[in-house]
C-alpha cells in the first residue's frame, strides 16, 4: 500500500496494469520542504511533478539509510545474509528505509543505521512477504510490495533508467591512484588551484583560533563538490561522519568548516581501498587505504551516490588565504576566520565593523 506523509505528502509508487511503477502525485505541502540531501529534493521535485520516471531515476541511483539495532555490528550491511533486520522492520513484514538522515530522524531519531546502495538492497530483497516502506510518513514516502521490490531492478533495466548489470558482481577495476597529468605550464597549475573544504571537529575550533594550529588531515572534498550541502546534518550524511564514536551530532546547531587552496595537488590522494585487506586487494598496487565503515573506498564519499570526490592528505600545512566558515543549521554561513602564516594566526575581523565585507584585514 502506498504510504504517505502526514502533511501532503506523495503517497508512493504501485504497481500498474503491467507491474511497472507508478508515482502519484499530490498536492504540494503547506509548509516549506526540508531536503536532507540532493536525493531527497530531487525526489520531491519528481513527486510534485508525477514524474514516475524521474523518481525512480533518482531512487535507483542513491545510497539508503537501513536502520540497525543498538548493538549490531556496522561491517555488516542489508546484502548480507546475517544482517540484523530487526531495528528497521516498522511491523511484520513492513521494512522502514530512507533516503537521507534528515528523513529517517524524522521517523527514527535515536536509530543507528548503515548505509546500502539501493540497486544491491532491491537485488538482495530477502523476502517477497516483505514490504519496502521507503521515507515512511514523510513527505517522499513511498512503498514496495515485495514482489514489486523484485521486479524493479528488471523493470529499470527494460525502461533503459540503468544499464544492465552483470549477474556475478566484479571487482573493481584496478586503477592506478596517479594524479591527473600537470598542465604543460607549471604557472597555470600554481595559480588556478582546487579549493579545498575540511569539516573541523568541534574540540579542534580553539586549536585554530586560539593556539594558531595550521594543519589539516584525513579526508578532505572540494568546495564545487560539496557546494551543494549547506547545513551540518547534510555534510555528516554524504560524508560519513556519523560513525561510531563520531565528535558530530545530527541535532548539532552548526559545524565549522577550513577552506583554502590546494596548491601541490600531489598531496592529495584518491584513498581506493575498503573496509578489510580483501577488499583493499581489489583494487591492486592502486589500493592503499583500509578504514572502518561507512567508508567504501571508491573515491567517492560514502553518502554522496558517487557524487563528491573524497581525498585523503596525511598532514599539510594551511597557506595564506585559508579561511574558516560556521555553517549553521538554518542554512545560514558566516565567515569566522582567515589564516595568516606571516603572523602564525588567524585574523578575525573586528566585531564592531557593520560595514565589513567579509574579509580579513591580511585579506584587504
Known amino acids: 500500500m502506498p504510504q504517505g506523509g502526514s502533511g501532503g505528502a506523495a503517497d508512493g509508487l504501485h504497481a500498474g496494469s503491467e507491474s511497472e511503477p507508478v508515482l502519484r502525485a499530490v498536492d504540494e505541502p ?186 589539516v588531515g584525513g579526508y578532505v572534498h572540494s568546495t564545487g563538490d560539496v557546494a551543494e550541502l549547506q547545513t551540518p546534518a547534510q555534510l555528516y550524511e554524504a560524508l560519513g561522519l556519523l560513525y561510531e564514536g563520531s565528535p558530530f551530532s545530527p541535532g548539532d546547531e552548526g559545524v565549522y568548516v577550513i577552506r583554502w587552496p590546494a596548491y601541490c595537488p600531489d598531496l592529495y590522494r584518491i584513498p581506493f581501498g575498503g573496509r578489510d585487506e580483501e577488499e583493499m586487494s581489489t583494487w591492486g598496487e592502486a589500493g592503499w587505504v583500509i578504514e572502518r565503515p561507512p567508508f567504501v573506498g571508491t573515491g567517492f564519499a560514502p553518502g554522496s551516490a558517487g557524487s563528491i570526490r573524497e581525498y585523503k592528505v596525511d598532514s599539510v600545512r594551511l597557506p595564506f588565504g585559508a579561511e574558516m566558515y560556521y555553517l549553521g543549521r538554518d542554512r545560514s554561513e558566516r565567515f569566522i576566520a582567515m589564516y595568516d602564516p606571516d603572523r602564525l594566526a588567524w585574523l578575525r575581523p573586528e566585531p564592531s565593523t557593520e560595514t565589513w565585507d567579509g574579509r580579513t584585514e591580511a585579506a584587504q
Open 30 to 215: 503547506e509548509e516549506a520542504f526540508e531536503p536532507g540531501n540532493r536525493i531527497d529534493q530531487e525526489l520531491y521535485e519528481a513527486t510534485l511533478s508525477g514524474d514516475s520516471d524521474a523518481f525512480l531515476r533518482v531512487l535507483l541511483n542513491a545510497n539508503v539509510l537501513v536502520p540497525i539495532p543498538g548493538d549490531a555490528p556496522l561491517e555488516v550491511t542489508p546484502v548480507q545474509p546475517d544482517f540484523r533486520w530487526d531495528a528497521a522492520l516498522r511491523a511484520e513484514g513492513a521494512v522502514q528505509v530512507f533516503t537521507s538522515l534528515v528523513r529517517l530522524r524524522e521517523v527514527l531519531p535515536e536509530s543507528r543505521f548503515v548505509y546500502a546502495d539501493f540497486r544491491e538492497l532491491i537485488g538482495a530483497w530477502p523476502r517477497e512477504d516483505w514490504t519496502m516502506l521507503l521515507n515512511p510518513g514523510t513527505r517522499i514516502g513511498a512503498s514496495l510490495r515485495g514482489d514489486q521490490v523484485r521486479a524493479l531492478s528488471e523493470w529499470a533495466v527494460r525502461v533503459g533508467l540503468v544499464p544492465a548489470r552483470p549477474e556475478v558482481p566484479l571487482p573493481p577495476p584496478r586503477r592506478e591512484a596517479a594524479p591527473q597529468a600537470p598542465p604543460a605550464d607549471l604557472d597555470d597549475r600554481v595559480s588556478s588551484p582546487s579549493i579545498m573544504q575540511k569539516v573541523v571537529p568541534h574540540g579542534h575550533v580553539a586549536w585554530y583560533l586560539e593556539q594558531g594550529y595550521d594543519r
